[in-house]
């Protein structure tokens, strides 16, 4: 399957999906030292974001987030790419000064935990294994 | 987005990582929310000043980025520092040098307009203190988006930030009337009345008819509490604030606000004296007037207070109340001047359980944490104090 969204930050990466159908804050809701979800609203909590390809609808809470995405990078615990249905301020600077590639417009229902999945953020592209 | 030569160059890394960096931030963003250039800002205000609030994360980010030689273009102050045990204000001071090494000015305060940073009518900004936004935007008739504490840095680093938002003309166009059939006179009712519509409305534009507010601190503590407690940005208040006049597009739906709203809040905040432990004035940042009035209130009172009482500041502020003889009065009954910090960004929980305070703001946050909390008038709080 093949999903054309829009540049956020530009990059490639390849690797397992982890997906979140709800929101995700990153202050208070994932831990920068381990990469773990600890959102007690998310229905990816317990799970890790490091090494996977994490995608989820749309950020919320804090704007200090993108400070949590940037330590993730820092601690080696960061997602390698972000797919989201919508990219707002939290999440899309998260993602540039950690230097991770992001699309958005993408539906994020329609993709499922475990997949292989790469993502060519320069062209807005995912393409999820069968 | 369209982007000068300049602008391409710097995004292309030619001038350096944190320029780049910085670029980069505010083109996403222009692409997000659909601008079509940048455009020069006059003045930053940056949030993210508080270790309590950015933690670890974002002082190794402020660290790399002021490492790597990130350096403001334009005037740009903070918001409020936190204030906590030696641990804390280690990391605290830490905050504050990084951004100092950065060209900013280092005057700490939700309050810039009451003196280092204050915009003129038609001005483009990237704030980020949600209180100075609205008062910036509705008071003044200046332009800024509700900016993070990243955008913001990102903007006075380039100085320049996306042409989106709050920074258009048909964006700063009501969106919602609002009709006021309740008293509204002290500083505490308009506390009220922004804390309740800020849960009723959301993302609006409200106008305002029948406010009369007898001098500009009750809009701003007003436009404090419809921030805090949802997140407008501007208001327009008929024959008060400067864009009222073309501030009402087409038919809009109308809100009426009755006494009872009023009250609701009131009583929701209405812990008794035994459960209070400090009395806290200035939340958004107390104005001159409002220091000489605690001043002069506690002077009627004549004994002084048995729990503390706390007014924050600008630096600027304080230093006027300091000459002019306030801050003595006030020490003499108990009370202090503090400057440069925000007891809702500082970990002072234990330290205190109890707030009284005349903020909605304030009201609201301690409240989420776990505070109980008394919302009165300055003087009915300094005149029943224990």
Redesign the interface.
Known sequence: MRLQG?K??GGKAEGELVVSQKPLSFLGGVD?ETGIVTDAESDIRGQSIAGKILAFPRGKG???G???I??LK?NGKAPKAIIVGE????V??GA??AGIPMV?GVDVSKLRSGKRVTVNADEGLVEIEE | MYLTKEEELILAGEYGYALQKAMEILVALGEIYGAERLIPIKSAQIAGVSYKNIGDAGMEFLRDFADAGAKVSVYTTLNPAGIGDDEFMEKQMEVLELYRRMGIEITSTCTPYYGANLPKFGDHLAWSESSAVSFANSILGARTNREGGPSSLAAAIVGKTPNYGFHLDENRKATVVITVDARVETFVDYSALGYHLGKVLGNDVPYFKGLRPSNVEYLKEMGAAMAASGSIALYHVEGETPEYRWAIADKLETIAVEEGDIRAVKEAFSDDWSEIDMILIGCPHASLAEIKEVAELLRIRGKPLKIPLFITAGRAVKALADALGYTETIERYNGRIIPDVCFVVSPIKGWYNGVATNSGKSAFYFRSFGFSVRLDDAENLIMEAP
């Open positions: 829009r956020i930050v920068p804090s704007t200090v993108s400070y949590v940037y330590a820092k990219a707002e301020t939290i899309a600077t540039i000064i958005d």
